[in-house]
């Protein structure tokens, strides 16, 4: 005899709203990674090594983080959904290049990303929250990991005293 799970009261169920403001931020999460490796793999120049390296750490994260918002939405009884096609049409990241790519323009490129996913990181927050506090949380891991990363990556282009550079394609 084959027993159907029964689920108590106290379970609760991720609303449609909460399990797409995770999926949004999910399609992201999977793009930045995809994105970081399409960089570390083709970018070139003067300190190519170092930002070869800031890229592994950024695909490490990216791939980190998306999998934890997936087993988030999972727990939530959502159903996450990063295949190939829905991260190509969902995703909120500018494209970025097939070809080599310079390390200077890798970083602008790399750091739009990273801040395009904060921003949909930061976008649904609240709406977030809101429902689910624990989900929220972990959006400001997230947020926290990735602005710090952006930071980093970016000081390879940056000049003394120059502040904060628009980089946004």
Not at 26 to 40: M, N, P, R, S
Not at 96 to 121: C, K, M, N, R
Request: glycine fraction near 4%; charged fraction near 25%; avoid cysteine.
């Amino acid at each position: 005899m084959t027993q159907t799970p029964t689920r108590s009261a106290r379970v609760f169920v991720a609303s449609e709203t909460l399990a797409a403001d995770l999926q949004q931020l999910l399609v992201d999460l999977t793009d930045l990674h995809l994105q970081g490796k399409q960089a570390h793999w083709n970018v070139v120049g003067k300190n190519f090594r170092d930002l070869h390296l800031q890229l592994d750490e950024l695909v490490d994260g990216a791939r980190e983080f998306s999998d934890t918002v997936a087993e988030r939405m999972r727990a939530l009884y959502a159903v996450p959904d990063a295949r190939a096609v829905t991260v190509a049409n969902t995703s909120s990241l500018p494209p970025f290049p097939a070809e080599e790519v310079s390390t200077s323009e890798t970083v602008d490129l790399i750091v739009s990303s990273i801040y395009a996913t904060t921003a949909t990181g930061r976008r649904i927050h609240d709406e977030v929250d809101a429902e689910d506090p624990t989900s929220a949380d972990i959006i400001h891991t997230i947020l926290e990991r990735l602005e710090q990363l952006a930071w980093m990556i970016d000081a390879e282009n940056r000049t003394p005293g120059e502040g904060v550079r628009s980089i946004h394609a």
